[in-house]
């Protein structure tokens, strides 16, 4: 027959053949049915333009798409499949082209490789730094940006790809796994911690048991253990540090011994206890109430004031100088030494004023006078205060 009924090849004893190309040697395809040659080589002209066409839209994909590398497995397999398939047609031409294309995926997977092992090696270094920061929350989310950089980035050069990926993710796992041991330390920290506090509220309810100094200096003690504990979550940490001080306030408190009320008032000077206003309010009025006479009952109750009008300083100067905390030592003197010489020129003023207006009242039972004589001596009393603040400042006791 003639070669044009088969395109590509030639019938020969009933069957038909596809003709060598590039080194391919003829292959027998099919059988010529019912002895009509042109209607079964169509079929196989139809399967070849079948898998043409196939190979066509593989190729348009390729040049519209910029992800290229993701079909080299099928070019690959066309190309496989082209020596063994059953057409008619122009296998080399095919051939030709899956090749071209081929070649052409095969540098670009090359290139992006390459490409991939600088990125990973660049991120790598990244990571390193990322997981050096102190913070934990900083630290974490640059490490999982890198991660997401890294999952995003294809894969590096054969022979570097399994090395970059087990020393990123050995660099991740170890971060992690610093992390979740920290926290694990941290909340072991916390429930030490909070235990300890639970002691010192115990401990605290047994100074009742003590008295004079021996509950002084326990008080002083147990106050310097609980401020060197450390800190705790505030909603575990209010109602024990509520419970602690109100069992030393009740104990600072609650002795008659004049002795135990001076050395606590001293301490507060001395600024070793904090002035609670509750509890110098509770000890001024057991002092007032006691009927016998203790020679510390007087120093008591001007410490008392003492401590009060210093306290009144103090709010003052922080509300006239808002930075008032972070001055220097000087500064914060010379401020509080010129507000009390303003309060101390307007009570000697107020003074002046009462003397000056006493002569001018009297009453025949004497009320008045007692009245105007209690005034007065109060009045000298604030003075004499504000004049023993004064050389508390001087004498850097304030």
């Known amino acids: 027959m003639k070669n044009s009924e088969v395109p590509f090849g030639y019938e020969k004893d009933g069957h038909l053949y596809l003709s060598g190309w590039l080194g391919n040697p003829d292959r027998q395809i099919g059988e010529v049915r019912d002895k009509d040659i042109p209607t079964s080589a169509h079929f196989f002209v139809n399967r070849y333009e079948d898998l043409k066409k196939k190979i066509e839209e593989v190729i348009e994909k390729i040049d519209s798409t910029e992800n290229k590398g993701s079909f080299l497995m099928k070019l690959l397999h066309l190309k496989e499949q082209l020596p063994k398939h059953a057409g008619l047609g122009d ?3 095919l051939f030709e082209q899956v090749s071209k ?6 540098d670009l997977i090359k290139k992006n490789r390459e490409r991939n092992s600088e990125i990973k090696s660049a991120l790598i270094e990244e990571v390193k730094v990322a997981v050096e920061v102190i913070n934990w929350k900083e630290g974490t989310e640059l490490v999982n940006d890198l991660k997401a950089k890294w999952i995003k980035t294809g894969n590096a050069e054969e022979g570097k790809n399994e090395q970059l990926e087990e020393e990123f993710w050995e660099i991740v796992k170890n971060f992690f796994d610093r992390k979740k041991n920290f926290y694990e ?4 920290l916390l429930e030490l911690r909070q235990k300890k506090y639970g002691e010192l509220v115990v401990e605290a309810e047994k100074t009742k048991e003590l008295y004079g100094k021996r509950k002084f200096d326990r008080i002083k003690e147990l106050r310097e253990i609980w401020k060197g504990i450390g800190g705790v979550p505030n909603d575990v940490f209010a109602p024990l540090h509520e419970k602690f001080n109100s069992h030393l306030r009740e104990q600072s408190s609650s002795g008659t011994d004049y002795a135990d009320a001076l050395r606590f008032l001293e301490a507060i000077h001395k600024g070793e206890t904090p002035f609670e206003k ?5 000890i001024k009025q057991k002092v007032y ?7 510390s009952k007087g120093k008591i109750l001007e410490l008392i004031q003492l401590l009060g009008e210093r306290e009144f300083v103090n709010k003052l100067s922080h509300k006239r100088f808002p930075d008032f905390a972070s001055l220097e030592a000087g500064k914060k003197k010379s401020i509080r030494a010129g507000i009390v010489k303003d309060l101390l020129s307007r009570d000697k003023e107020e003074l002046k004023l009462f003397e000056e207006n006493s002569s001018n009242f009297t009453s025949r039972d004497g009320s ?7 005034k007065l001596r109060g009045q000298k009393r604030k003075i004499a205060i504000k004049e023993k ?3 508390w400042i001087e004498d850097d006791e304030f």
Do not use: A, C, F, I
């Open 101 to 106: 294309y081929e070649l052409l995926v095969t």
């Open 368 to 374: 008045m006078n007692k009245m105007l004589d209690g």
């Open 91 to 93: 296998y080399q031409s």
């Open 278 to 282: 509750d509890v110098v309010d509770r």
């Open 289 to 295: 109430k006691d009927k016998g006479r203790n020679p």
């Open 389 to 391: 603040l004064l050389e």
């Open 185 to 188: 330390d941290k909340q072991k």
